[in-house]
Structures are given as structure tokens and as C-alpha cells.
């Protein structure tokens, strides 16, 4: 061990310097949602800390950062919870020969045999029920492992988590540990709404649920209250541990498994209960080689000693268990070469900067695209075009340039510059706000690729639900290769449109979520023909591929050629425009692209006002007076209808026969004189309904005429609650309300009260 003063001098500064930095990027991690860093560069500043204490045992504190949990016991976000029993991390290993030195440990610790339960290591973030005598009663952040977060209102909104366990036999206390996460499908569906919202994008799963997890409602709107619960309704959860149980019937922890599902506690199935530590190193090398293949993200492997009696004699240190070893994977990362840095301009007008990079394969994915975020991010990774980078995948799901190998640099490489007009349309770009880092194109009326991304999203099924609107269809109608013209320069147009406006059209394929053009695995730009034209077998340039049986052959002549003939994908979309002018009104409210107006404000304006008309002439008090709606979304209208090239779009499609008004409603102030099997009852949907998403639930209410409540109270009517309700259900048993389950929801909403006592 060093000695002399001069050694231990500059190990107190070096571990000076990697605790400061190691508590900021904590704090970043767990109270902001924020990475900062790798887990690689995180982890290796934190072994690199451990061994300095080990060789100076003397800078070693109660409160280093390798003596500790890494979250606060306090903030001010949320109320106190003091777990009932201490609530530990796991220390890690990063090799198999570090697991096998953990297990030989463990081995002679125990003097005999041991097995091991091994589990997929969930990227997630820690939660704590606490049920008390099968109620639960709170629901709390891990924190500094003794005091964490209250987030039980929150935690009610997490369809997989029972508010009451199944069974009998439970403990008059017990705290049930687990991970909340979104799935890895939920996860990229999210990211694509807050891109297409012009919202956060999350780095990972885990910084999305504690994102969503760590949220309180009174501080936000309506809408923004509706998008929180919709993101908790995607989160899921699994149970991994016990605490505060005394004397549990059982003797293992695979055994405490079985028991928590016959609960009703969601448990994963992809554990295994192996006798030699050998069998564990095999396990975790397989599911190295496999870890795309599962629902969820992982970061490696927990093994635990199955046995129940040994965590007691191994004990646990002040911060991990001894009895159990996080094996972490190293995140997937290569190298590449990025080719070039071009802009993307948004729906929103937003431009950002993508890496075009040689296409390779990362996290069993293939990669040829990611984002830079803006040009203070290209400045921040030092990247230029031509260099050969280290990109992976942030949380194994989003590509990420962390940065460049300058050593093999050969002077060929230039630097980004970004560019001052829109490549789109031409037109200045500017930051909208004082202090706004990302640049727009302020062009939203004509600019193609903000028409584009709004031709997308009236095509949507939030939308009117057009098919052959989707990201090829608005990008041929909006900025085709050919013709020169664009069918539409903008939305406006769009019910106008006839066969021969559509084709011949050649276009580029465009990312709907990046609008990056796609290319061929070649590296060629993908180009299609959406609504193409066929060629009879008549004339002077007969065409081979004319199928006389084809149904596109029964079409009549294009514009007076009898040798050519429309194709299907042509004359189906003219036939679904058609067809979209019919639909509900508040379809059209969404399609219209209205800040904050989603399909459940939507449905509140137009049951309350009746028709576009009446929107536009109410006051900013009237509107925000409709239930769901409030004073962001009515200066959000205000501000649209008074804009010229917005009130043009409404003037056309009124012209080319969209209604905008709901037939027979008697104006504002009242439903549709349609009514609905609920007019006049108020009904509160919580839990995980069977069947339907919580806004689908929260829809169908509203289209059966009823009021779709976001609390319950003696005014409610009935409450509809599934798996994972909360607070809601209990208050509904206390109030002595009526409960129904999904089954009745759905005969609820389509027949009404009557068909449920029949």
C-alpha cells in the first residue's frame, strides 16, 4: 500500500474531484432525469473511487458515494414515506471472473451449495408498495434507501399494479419492491409523440418513467393532465423483492415469486433457479447475445441467493446485500463513419440536425440516421463531417453519437456549419423566443415540410383516419420529385383534389418522425410512385404489365386518355376523402393541427359548441368554461383563428363540402340533440379496462353522451374500474358508489344504465 504523503495527497484530490462529480451526476440521474454521462464512464468513476478507498481506507466517509444510495431521502416534489425496511442497492460486477470471485465468496461464506435465482436487471426506476393486510396503502421512490417519495396517486395509474391483492393469507404488513419501466414498444410510441408534440424527447425508459412518475397534477392543465396519466397508463411493472415481512411461509425467493403472483403481483417469467454458479455464467452470456429479444430494456443480470435463511447470514453491507451481485452489460456501441450532418425541418417549423452515418449495426438493430439535437449539440460532441464516431444506442433504443476518435483524423474532415434559411422553402431561420437554443422556420403556411408533417397528421387515426394519407401519400401530395407543381401548397386544398391532380406523382420516401429521406439498402434515396397510372394494351406503347382482370382495369380513362387508367391507390384516396368529409366534427378539430386541441378537448368543444362557428365566436372565458378545455387551450384557439391562412383552410373545406357542424345540435351550451345512452351521468374510468386504452375509455364515455370525470365524487354516477385502480376505487367505496368492471364499461357506454340490470 502507498505510504508516503505525497501519494496520499494527490488520492485525496483525486477523490475529492470523483465525489463531487459522481453526487452531480446523482443528482442529474435521480432528482432531474437528466444523463449526463455514460453508465460506463459513471461506473468506471465509481471504481475508480472504490479503489482509491481501498488503498487509503482513511478517505473512506459514512457518506461517500460508495458507502451510499445514490436519491435523496427529501424533496420538495413530494411528501416523505420512511419505507419500513431499509430499501438497498446492488453493488455490481462487469466480468464473468468479477461474478465467479462474488460466488466463491459466497460459497465459503455459507460453507455448502448454493443456487442462485438469476433475473433480467431492469432499467427502470425503484419503486416500494407497502401493503397492509392486502390494501396497499402507499407507494414510494427508493430515495436513500430509508425515506422515499410519495408518488401512491401516481402509482394508481399503473395499469399492472393491483390496489387490492388477489387471494388470502396476507401479511397484516408487507413492502413489495419492484421496477416501473416502460416497454421497450410503449417507450419509442412515446418518444414519437412528444417529437410529433414538439415535447421532450427521453433519452432511455428509465428516464421516461421516472419522468412520468415523478409528476404532480395541480400544477398543470387539463390537457397536460390527460397526456400524464396516458404516459402512467403505458408504464409497466415487476416485482422483484419483499421487505418488512416477518416470517414469510416460504423458504426461497423463487418460492416468494410464486406466492406475489398468486396476488395478483406482476412478476417476471423470465427467471431461472440454477445450482452452480457455471450454469449463471452460461445464462448471462446467453442473454448478452439475446437481450433484443425481450419486451423490456435490461442492463444486465441480478443473481440472488435463492436460499431465504442465507440472506440472513450473509447480512448486507450499508448500501447492497451480500447475497445478491448486479452483472451489467457494457451498453452496445461501434464505430462508423459519419458521412454527413443535414437539417430536418418539422412540422412545428423545428430544425434539427441528423448524423448520416455508414449504415452498421447497433443493439440488434442496423443504424444508418441519428439525431444531433441542434448545432450547440454538434459544437458540445466536437464531431465534423468525415470523422469516424463512437455511436450506440442511448438505453439500447435511440441512436446516439457520444462522439469522435480524433486519432484517426486525416485532416479531410470539416465542420458543420448550420444553415441560415430553411433547405426547405428558403426562408430565414430564427429562434422564435428570446433565449430558444433551436432554430424555426417561420414559414408554417407554405413551408413543404411543415404542409407535410400536417398533411400526415389530418391523415392519422387521431386524426380523420385517411388511408393512403400516411408519410409516402402527404409527401407526394405536398413535395413530389415529379410533378413540379405539388398537388398542394398547402392543407387547404386538400378536399379540392381529383384524380387528375394525384398522378403521375414520383416521390421521396420520407421518415414520418425525422422527415429524413429513407434510402435503399444501397444508399440510394428511396423513391415510389404512390398513385401511379397504368397503361391499357391499346396504343402506341402497349404496357406488358396491364392486367386486363386487375380492378384498376374496370376504372374509366384518365382525363379523356383512353389509354391510361387511374390506379386503385389513386382512386381509393379520392373515394376516403370523400367519405372523411362526413366524419364528426371534432375529428376536424384535431385535423386542423390547433395547438393543445387533442380528441378529448375536441369532443368537449364540439358536443358543447356544435359547430366551427361557434368556436371561433366564443369568448376566451366561454371557451375555457367547457369541461376539459381551460385557458391555455382557449388562447390556443384564439390565437389560431386569427390567423388568415388558418380561416382559409375552414372557408375551402367548407366549399368543397365539410360540414364543421354537428346536424340537429340546438347550439351553445347544450350535447348533441342526439343525446346518448349516458346524457347526464358522469362516469369516472380508472384501472386498466379491459379492452380499451385510457383515452379510448375517457372517448367512449363522451361519445355515449356522458361526462367523462377525472375524480370521483358524490356526484358520480358509476365508476368504471380495472386492474391498477387507485385512490379512485377506494374513494368510490367509501362514497358507496357504483363499480363496474370492464365487462359492464363496455355494455355501459353502448346501451346504456338499463342494459346493466337486465
Known sequence: ????????????????????????????????????????????????????????????????????????????????????????????????????????????????????????????????????????VTAATRGDGVVGEDVTENVAWVPSIPRRLAGSG????????????????AFLDLNAEQAAAGDRIFANPRNAASGSLRQKEESKTPPQVERMRRRLGRLSMLVHG??????????????????????????????????????????????????????????????????????????ATSRAPRWAIAYKYPPEQVNTKLLDIVVSVGRTGRV??????????VAGSEVRQ?????????????????????????????????????????????????????????????AMKEGDIDLRCPNARSCPAQVRGRVEHIGSRGGLDIEGLGEVGAAALTQPLEPTDPPLVTEAGLFELQLRDIFPIRVLVRDSETGLVKLNDDGTPRQETPFRRKRRLTGKNPDPAFDPDDADAAAPPFAGDANYVPSTAATKLIAELELAKSKELWRFLVALSIRHVGPVAARALAAYFGSIEAI???????????????GIIADSLIDWF?????????????AAGVPFAIAGHPGPGAASAGGGVLDGLTVVATGSLEGFTREGALEAIIAAGGKAASSVSKKTDFVAAGPGAGSKLAKAEALGLRIIDAAQFAVLVTEGPSALDA
Open 642 to 654: 386569427a390567423v388568415d391562412w388558418h380561416v382559409e383552410i375552414i372557408d375551402r373545406w367548407r
Open 1 to 136: 500500500m502507498a505510504d508516503t504523503k505525497a501519494e496520499f495527497d494527490a488520492a485525496k484530490t483525486e477523490a475529492d474531484g470523483l465525489t463531487g462529480r459522481i453526487l452531480e451526476l446523482r443528482d442529474a440521474y435521480y432528482e432531474r432525469d437528466t444523463v449526463l454521462v455514460s453508465d460506463d464512464e459513471y461506473d468506471s468513476m465509481l471504481r475508480r473511487l472504490q479503489e482509491l478507498e481501498r488503498l487509503f481506507p482513511e478517505l473512506q466517509s459514512q457518506d461517500s458515494p460508495t458507502q451510499t444510495i445514490g436519491g435523496r431521502a427529501e424533496t420538495t416534489l413530494f411528501a416523505p414515506v420512511r419505507h419500513a425496511d431499509r430499501m438497498l442497492s446492488l453493488d455490481n460486477v462487469f466480468s464473468i471472473d468479477e461474478f465467479g470471485a462474488w460466488a466463491t465468496k459466497v460459497e465459503r461464506d455459507s460453507g455448502r451449495q448454493v443456487r442462485y435465482l438469476c433475473e433480467l436487471k431492469i432499467d427502470g426506476l425503484a419503486i416500494n408498495l407497502r401493503y397492509e393486510n392486502g390494501v396497499l
Open 352 to 361: 434539427t440536425p441528423f448524423a448520416v452515418m455508414q449504415k452498421v449495426r
Open 370 to 430: 441519428a439525431t444531433l439535437h441542434n448545432q450547440d449539440v454538434v459544437k458540445a460532441k466536437g464531431v465534423l463531417i468525415g470523422d469516424t464516431v463512437v455511436l450506440r444506442k442511448a438505453g439500447d433504443v435511440i441512436p446516439e453519437v457520444l462522439g469522435p476518435v480524433v486519432e484517426l483524423r486525416d485532416g479531410t474532415e470539416r465542420e458543420f456549419i448550420m444553415p441560415t434559411e430553411c433547405p426547405e422553402c428558403g426562408t430565414g431561420l430564427r
Open 242 to 315: 419483499i421487505g418488512a415481512w416477518q416470517n414469510p411461509p416460504v423458504d426461497a425467493q423463487s418460492k416468494v415469486y410464486e406466492l406475489l403472483a398468486t396476488w395478483g403481483l406482476p412478476t417476471s417469467t423470465h427467471f431461472r433457479v440454477l445450482p452452480s454458479s457455471g450454469e449463471v455464467a452460461e445464462f448471462i452470456e446467453y442473454m448478452g447475445v439475446h437481450r433484443d429479444s425481450v419486451e423490456h430494456e435490461i442492463d444486465g443480470i441480478v443473481i440472488k441467493v435463492d436460499e431465504l435463511a442465507l440472506h440472513e447470514e450473509l447480512g
Open 616 to 630: 371561433r365566436g366564443a369568448t376566451r372565458d366561454e371557451l375555457a368554461a367547457v369541461d376539459g378545455v381551460g
Open 170 to 185: 396476507h401479511p397484516p404488513l408487507v413492502e413489495v419492491r419492484g421496477e416501473v419501466f416502460f416497454p421497450v414498444a
